[in-house]
């Protein structure tokens, strides 16, 4: 199985709404990872859990929050989001480390946030 | 973390062979190579990765020069849906935690 699995694939949410999104390997990978895409632009990293440890980018905003509640998964939990929030969430994982590393990302979650 | 440099865009016809090239200037010694393709609304897709000179697998060569600071996606007779994002990534893999930063990619556009 190297399949990255994201629920749900599309999210539409208000500004007050609090709401996670999910992302799940089986894959033993030990880095996960979350992404922001927005329209014809690279995708942003945001976090990355590897080995039990986050790393963030410091540019991210509080109003998104990781967790990590096993090797598996990693969630993103989501409130008080703005408009510009509006973008495709990306999740991958990887061994992190070690030669001949493939990063496997999963399709994305769609975002709008009215 | 190295940076990359990537042209903005492409453009090829169906059975060329395109050459995408990638400049790493500040690699270290510890960075490998990888490069993804990305389709719109799609999460990236593994191509190949490398350390030196050449690798090959059934998709695509990559060629790394001998100083390292740069490298070139080969993509041998392309078709219409070869028209996608390829993105350039250089990470210490061996020694340190992969990062997996994006850059700006290269549009490649393949027309009939």
């Not at chain 1, 999910?22 to 880095?31: S, Y």
């Not at chain 1, 008080?80 to 992190?96: K, M």
């Not at chain 2, 973390?1 to 090239?21: F, W």
């Not at chain 2, 190949?48 to 998709?59: A, R």
Request: charged share 20%; net charge positive.
């Amino acid at each position: 199985d190297t399949e990255v699995t994201q629920t749900p694939k599309h999210l539409v949410m208000g500004m007050t709404n609090k709401k996670s999104l999910k992302c799940e390997q089986h894959m033993g990978h030990r880095a996960m990872y979350w992404y922001k895409q927005k329209a014809k632009k690279p995708p942003e990293l945001m976090f990355v859990y590897s080995y039990e440890k986050l790393s963030i980018n410091e540019s991210v905003p509080s109003r998104f929050s990781p967790e990590c509640p096993n090797s598996s998964l990693l969630n993103l939990h989501l409130h008080a989001l703005q408009p510009e929030d509006s973008a495709l969430y990306l999740c991958a994982s990887s061994q992190g480390t070690g030669k001949n590393t493939e990063a496997f990302f999963g399709q994305g979650t769609r975002l709008t946030v009215v | 973390l190295a940076k990359t440099t990537q042209p903005i865009s492409m453009d090829s016809y169906e059975g060329q062979e395109v050459n995408i090239t990638c400049s790493h200037n500040n690699i270290a010694t510890n960075d490998y190579i990888t490069w993804y393709q990305q389709f719109p609304s799609q999460g990236p897709r593994f191509i190949i990765q490398g350390y030196k000179t050449k690798v090959t697998n059934e998709v695509a060569s990559l060629f790394i020069p001998a100083d390292r600071k740069s490298s070139t996606l080969s993509l041998p007779r392309v078709s219409l849906s070869d028209t996608a994002v390829y993105y350039c990534l250089v990470d210490p893999l061996n020694t340190g935690f992969q990062k997996l930063v994006f850059g700006t990619g290269t549009r490649l556009l393949v027309s009939p």
